[in-house]
């Protein structure tokens, strides 16, 4: 197991921490937060590169807090990948082992052929492509035979077709992997394909921790719903009238999941455009008209004239026939009322 316990780091006046975090063997722990929320401070802590002010790092039971780099065992792939520009493909992808005196370890030619660069062996890093980079970059990292890994956004820069493709190549290899790995990530899309467990950080504090379909469907705060693809719909009220939020009537069951007041979110891929039958029960269904299309893909965007407006994720042939009047369910799994003291951080 990875552990990190009260750690505390600070960089002048941002200040990550102090944290709890850990990670089991053979599972990977996506820490998914916006540019600036501390994710690359908090590898470059755990990695040796940088020493915390308290705390400490734990690798397998043993304290790592106060040892150098070099000596932790552990294996980093950086967002630019970090070749020896001296070196061929193959010398880079066998620096580790040629210093442990395994110049002709055929876990080398394994690790070539896994991540596709067998026939880049010859060539220099300079006139590698972004993404054969960080094929090269994976396969150094874990020649070494680390007892950790830690990604550092290593997809970020990399074109989404070929960022899509070694998404799913990380994907195999980590599952693979009988090690601890974390991978820091801004891309929902890339945290979700790939963590076991997720942990949300933000301006330097953990939001909240836990298995990836706990935090996809169970939102603790504001900025775990936002990152996680929740929407905000509006302050829910309650009168004589009811439960609503605007114009729009709630069923008064969202308030068991769990706040009783805040604000309400709910996810616009499970927002339904169709008659009764669609959703025979639903915590919020109204009559109205389609305000505007937007033909992204691979989802179009509906944005119903609601009050407050609701925007619906729809495939593309379900978009014949959306003209006058429509109705519109979602169902309670789909919405979620955040307390407004959920805005502090929980670990």
């Given at each position: 197991?990875?552990?990190?316990?009260?750690?505390?780091?600070?960089?002048?006046?941002?200040?990550?921490?102090?944290?709890?975090?850990?990670?089991?063997?053979?599972?990977?722990?996506?820490?998914?937060?916006?540019?600036?929320?501390?994710?690359?401070?908090?590898?470059?802590?755990?990695?040796?590169?940088?020493?915390?002010?308290?705390?400490?790092?734990?690798?397998?039971?043993?304290?790592?807090?106060?040892?150098?780099?070099?000596?932790?065992?552990?294996?980093?792939?950086?967002?630019?990948?970090?070749?020896?520009?001296?070196?061929?493909?193959?010398?880079?992808?066998?620096?580790?082992?040629?210093?442990?005196?395994?110049?002709?370890?055929?876990?080398?030619?394994?690790?070539?052929?896994?991540?596709?660069?067998?026939?880049?062996?010859?060539?220099?890093?300079?006139?590698?492509?972004?993404?054969?980079?960080?094929?090269?970059?994976?396969?150094?990292?874990?020649?070494?035979?680390?007892?950790?890994?830690?990604?550092?956004?290593?997809?970020?820069?990399?074109?989404?077709?070929?960022?899509?493709?070694?998404?799913?190549?990380?994907?195999?290899?980590?599952?693979?992997?009988?090690?601890?790995?974390?991978?820091?990530?801004?891309?929902?899309?890339?945290?979700?394909?790939?963590?076991?467990?997720?942990?949300?950080?933000?301006?330097?504090?953990?939001?909240?921790?836990?298995?990836?379909d706990q935090l996809t469907?169970?939102?603790?705060?504001?900025?775990?719903?936002?990152?996680?693809?929740?929407?905000?719909?509006?302050?829910?009220?309650?009168?004589?009238?009811?439960?609503?939020?605007?114009?729009?009537?709630?069923?008064?069951?969202?308030?068991?999941?769990?706040?009783?007041?805040?604000?309400?979110?709910?996810?616009?891929?499970?927002?339904?455009?169709?008659?009764?039958?669609?959703?025979?029960?639903?915590?919020?269904?109204?009559?109205?008209?389609?305000?505007?299309?937007?033909?992204?893909?691979?989802?179009?965007?509906?944005?119903?004239?609601?009050?407050?407006?609701?925007?619906?994720?729809?495939?593309?042939?379900?978009?014949?026939?959306?003209?006058?009047?429509?109705?519109?369910?979602?169902?309670?799994?789909?919405?979620r009322v955040i307390a407004?003291?959920?805005?502090?951080?929980?670990?």
């Amino acid at each position: 197991m990875l552990a990190v316990s009260d750690l505390l780091t600070q960089a002048g006046s941002f200040r990550l921490g102090p944290l709890n975090l850990s990670v089991r063997a053979g599972r990977v722990l996506v820490v998914l937060g916006p540019s600036g929320a501390g994710k690359s401070m908090l590898l470059d802590t755990i990695a040796g590169f940088r020493t915390p002010r308290r705390g400490n790092v734990q690798l397998n039971g043993l304290d790592i807090t106060r040892l150098p780099a070099d000596q932790r065992r552990i294996g980093v792939v950086f967002q630019d990948a970090a070749l020896f520009p001296h070196l061929s493909v193959r010398d880079n992808v066998g620096f580790a082992p040629t210093l442990h005196g395994r110049r002709r370890d055929p876990e080398i030619d394994e690790l070539l052929a896994r991540f596709g660069i067998t026939h880049l062996a010859r060539r220099a890093p300079r006139s590698l492509s972004g993404g054969e980079r960080q094929r090269v970059a994976l396969a150094r990292a874990l020649a070494a035979r680390p007892a950790a890994l830690l990604l550092d956004e290593p997809l970020s820069a990399l074109d989404q077709p070929v960022r899509e493709e070694l998404r799913d190549v990380l994907r195999e290899t980590l599952n693979e992997l009988a090690v601890p790995a974390i991978h820091v990530t801004h891309d929902r899309d890339e945290a979700l394909r790939l963590a076991d467990d997720l942990a949300i950080l933000d301006a330097g504090s953990l939001r909240q921790t836990g298995p990836t379909d706990q935090l996809t469907h169970q939102p603790i705060d504001t900025v775990t719903a936002r990152l996680l693809g929740w929407t905000e719909l509006g302050p829910a009220t309650r009168d004589a009238d009811g439960l609503h939020v605007g114009d729009l009537p709630l069923d008064p069951a969202i308030l068991a999941a769990p706040a009783t007041q805040g604000t309400v979110f709910y996810r616009p891929e499970e927002v339904l455009i169709g008659g009764p039958d669609r959703h025979p029960s639903a915590a919020l269904r109204v009559r109205t008209k389609v305000a505007e299309v937007v033909p992204t893909v691979p989802l179009a965007r509906v944005l119903l004239g609601t009050a407050p407006p609701i925007t619906a994720l729809v495939l593309h042939r379900d978009l014949e026939g959306l003209g006058g009047e429509v109705e519109v369910t979602v169902p309670l799994h789909a919405l979620r009322v955040i307390a407004p003291d959920s805005s502090s951080p929980r670990a």
